[in-house]
C-alpha cells in the first residue's frame, strides 16, 4: 500500500510539470497584459513595473523562474491585489469553495445513492421512471438556469432565503449555492448508482444470498450496495475536485467569495500568477482526490490488489 502510495505521488510530478507549462505559455500567449488600462502607464513606468514582477526578462527565464518559486512553495505575488500573494488569495478563499463543495457533495452522494437504490429495487416501476425523468432533466438543465430561478422563487417572491452573499457561511446563505450545485451531481449519481445496482442484483452470488433466506434489506445493503457503488467512487474524485474549487457560475450569481469567483475575476484581468496558482491548486486536488479513491475502490472490492 506505501510502495503504491508512493509511486502514485512520484507520478504526480510529472503530471504538475506538463500542467504548470501548459498553463504558463497558454496564459503568456494569450493577447495583452496585465498592466493594460484605459490610461496608458508612461514608457518608463510601465519598463519599471515590469521589471518588479520579472516580465522585463526573456520567456524562457521568466518561465524557469516560475518552477524554480512553485518548488519552493513560492506562487508569487498577485498583479492585481496589492500587497497579497498568491497563497493568501488561496488561503483566504479556499475555506468558501470547500464548504460549498464538501456540503454539496455530501448531500449530492445520500440523495443519489438513496434514490439509485430505489430505482434499482424497483425496475421499469412508477419509482424508477419518476427518478430517471428526474436524473435527467438534472442533467440537462444547467446550473446558470436553475440558480436564477431558484432566486427568483425562493428568495425574490417568497422571501424564504437571502438573494445573494456569504454572511460567514450562515445555514441561510448555504441553502440556496449548495443546492444549486448539489442537484446536477444528484441526477449522475443516481443514474450511476441504479446502473450498478441493477447489474449487481442479476449477479450469482446474489441469487445465491436469496436462495438461502436471507433479508432483501440485508442482501441491498450488505452486499449489493458495496460492489454497485465502485463505478461511483471512481466518478466522485473530480467530481469533488470541481465542487471543492468552486462553481464559476453558482459563486458568481450568489457573489460568493470563492476560489471559482476568483478565478474568472482573475482570468479577466489576466493576473497571470493568480490563475497559475488556481491552475495548480485545482491539479493538485485532483490528483489527490483520484489517488483516494483508488485507495477506497481497492477497500470496496477485495479482488483489487495495490502493489
Given amino acids: 500500500m506505501l510502495r503504491y502510495i508512493g509511486r502514485r505521488l512520484l507520478i504526480a510530478i510529472p503530471t504538475l510539470f506538463l500542467v504548470i507549462t501548459a498553463a504558463f505559455f497558454m496564459m503568456r500567449a494569450a493577447p495583452g497584459s496585465p498592466f493594460d488600462s484605459d490610461r496608458k502607464l508612461l514608457p518608463e513606468i510601465e519598463a519599471n513595473v515590469l521589471a518588479k514582477y520579472g516580465m522585463n526578462k526573456p520567456l524562457g527565464a521568466q518561465y524557469?523562474?516560475?518552477?524554480?518559486?512553485?518548488?519552493?512553495?513560492?506562487?508569487?505575488?498577485?498583479?492585481?491585489?496589492?500587497?497579497?500573494?498568491?497563497?493568501?488569495?488561496?488561503?483566504?478563499?479556499?475555506?468558501?469553495?470547500?464548504?460549498?463543495?464538501?456540503?454539496?457533495?455530501?448531500?449530492?452522494?445520500?440523495?443519489?445513492?438513496?434514490?439509485?437504490?430505489?430505482a434499482a429495487l424497483r425496475q421499469n416501476g412508477t419509482v424508477d421512471h419518476a427518478v430517471m425523468t428526474v436524473a435527467i432533466l438534472g442533467v440537462c438543465i444547467p446550473t446558470f438556469v436553475t440558480a436564477p430561478?431558484?432566486?427568483?422563487?425562493?428568495?425574490?417572491?417568497?422571501?424564504?432565503?437571502?438573494?445573494?452573499?456569504?454572511?460567514?457561511?450562515?445555514?441561510?446563505?448555504?441553502?440556496?449555492?449548495?443546492?444549486?450545485?448539489?442537484?446536477?451531481?444528484?441526477?449522475?449519481?443516481?443514474?450511476?448508482?441504479?446502473?450498478?445496482?441493477?447489474?449487481?442484483?442479476?449477479?450469482?452470488?446474489?441469487?445465491?444470498?436469496?436462495?438461502?433466506?436471507?433479508?432483501?434489506?440485508?442482501?441491498?445493503?450488505?452486499?449489493?450496495?458495496?460492489?454497485?457503488?465502485?463505478?461511483?467512487?471512481?466518478?466522485?474524485?473530480?467530481?469533488?475536485a470541481g465542487l471543492i474549487t468552486g462553481s464559476l457560475v453558482v459563486e458568481k450569481i450568489f457573489n460568493l467569495p470563492g476560489l471559482g469567483k476568483f478565478f474568472v475575476?482573475?482570468?479577466?484581468?489576466?493576473?497571470?500568477?493568480?490563475?497559475?496558482?488556481?491552475?495548480?491548486?485545482?491539479?493538485?486536488l485532483i490528483l489527490l482526490l483520484n489517488l483516494i479513491a483508488d485507495l477506497l475502490y481497492a477497500v470496496l472490492d477485495p479482488r483489487v490488489r495495490l502493489a
Fill in 265 to 284: 475575476i482573475s482570468a479577466l484581468q489576466r493576473d497571470y500568477t493568480v490563475v497559475m496558482g488556481m491552475v495548480i491548486f485545482y491539479a493538485a
Fill in 149 to 240: 430561478l431558484l432566486v427568483l422563487v425562493i428568495a425574490s417572491k417568497l422571501g424564504w432565503l437571502p438573494t445573494a452573499g456569504w454572511n460567514d457561511g450562515a445555514l441561510a446563505n448555504l441553502v440556496l449555492p449548495v443546492t444549486v450545485l448539489a442537484l446536477p451531481q444528484i441526477a449522475i449519481i443516481s443514474r450511476l448508482t441504479r446502473a450498478g445496482m441493477i447489474e449487481v442484483l442479476r449477479s450469482n452470488y446474489i441469487r445465491t444470498a436469496r436462495a438461502k433466506g436471507l433479508p432483501e434489506s440485508l442482501i441491498v445493503r450488505k452486499h449489493a450496495l458495496r460492489a454497485a457503488i465502485l463505478p461511483l467512487v471512481s466518478y466522485l474524485g473530480p467530481a469533488c
Fill in 64 to 118: 524557469l523562474d516560475y518552477l524554480a518559486g512553485v518548488a519552493r512553495g513560492d506562487l508569487g505575488p498577485s498583479l492585481k491585489y496589492r500587497d497579497k500573494s498568491v497563497l493568501d488569495i488561496l488561503k483566504e478563499n479556499y475555506p468558501v469553495s470547500l464548504k460549498l463543495g464538501l456540503s454539496a457533495i455530501a448531500i449530492a452522494a445520500l440523495v443519489g445513492v438513496s434514490l439509485g437504490v430505489m
